[in-house]
């Protein structure tokens, strides 16, 4: 157990509705991070916060968005969905904003399919 | 553009032999590099890292060897034993820049028989 959390494990919706994926970080942990597994993809980054800001943006869609609350959860939106959204979504958290030496600690992700 | 790749889907290894997984990096600037192991229905877990200042490092049964010039890194697990099946993710970081994420591999399927 890494102690990141993710709800809902499962999740099956049509194309183009709107889902909240809710992810809460490790105790003490400041950043989290939204990663995308597709079919044959490697982990795609998508969105990193640091206490409650926005520090990095990698390969997220303009139908997406995150935001990290006072509490440090964070949750991942994902709107007029299509098809090819159908993929497992992990969040990450770990201490600090950088990578130095910094492991990131995984949930067991969300399996999203879009019907 | 993949900056960060494992060319091997897949490794069938006996047990007790020698796994060598193998990772190939395209940006110079990688200084910190990770690699994940994942279980079905599991997310990633951390295994062992390597900061671009050394050329190896150990933790029990795993030895990850980093060539910068060849901007290669491998990961090497002695003895392989039948839990150690799982896929295993090389990643690559800009270590003590702000705001950066790990840049991640496809992966390769490590399967180890009895």
């Given at each position: 157990d890494s102690g990141v959390t993710q709800t809902p494990k499962h999740l099956i919706t049509a194309t183009g509705q709107r889902v909240t994926l809710r992810c809460s970080p490790r105790s003490?942990?400041?950043s989290v991070y939204w990663y995308q597994q597709s079919l044959d993809q490697g982990l795609q980054?998508?969105?990193q916060y640091y206490n409650g800001e926005e520090r990095a943006?990698?390969?997220i869609l303009e139908r997406f968005s995150a935001q990290q609350f006072p509490d440090l959860h964070s949750e991942l939106n994902l709107s007029s969905l299509e098809l090819g959204d159908s993929a497992l979504y992990f969040c990450a958290s770990s201490v600090a904003s950088t990578h130095s030496g910094n492991t990131i600690y995984f949930g067991e992700g969300s399996w999203l399919t879009v019907v | 553009d993949q900056q960060v790749k494992q060319n091997s889907p897949s490794l069938s290894v006996q047990e007790g032999r020698i796994s060598i997984l193998n990772c190939d990096y395209t940006n110079s600037m990688f200084d910190y590099f990770?690699?994940?192991?994942?279980?079905?229905?599991?997310?990633?877990?951390?295994?062992?890292?390597?900061?671009?200042?050394?050329?190896k490092n150990e933790d029990g049964r795993f030895t990850v060897f980093l060539n910068k010039s060849a901007k290669h890194l491998s990961l090497h697990i002695v003895p392989?034993?039948?839990?150690d099946s799982a896929v295993y993710f090389c990643a690559a970081s800009l270590a003590n820049q702000?705001?950066?994420a790990l840049i991640f591999g496809?992966?390769?399927?490590?399967?180890v028989s009895s």
């Open positions: 003490g942990d400041l980054f998508l969105i943006k990698g390969n | 990770l690699w994940y192991k994942k279980y079905p229905a599991e997310g990633p877990t951390f295994l062992i890292s390597i900061s671009s200042i050394k050329d392989s034993q039948p839990g702000a705001g950066t496809k992966g390769t399927t490590l399967s």
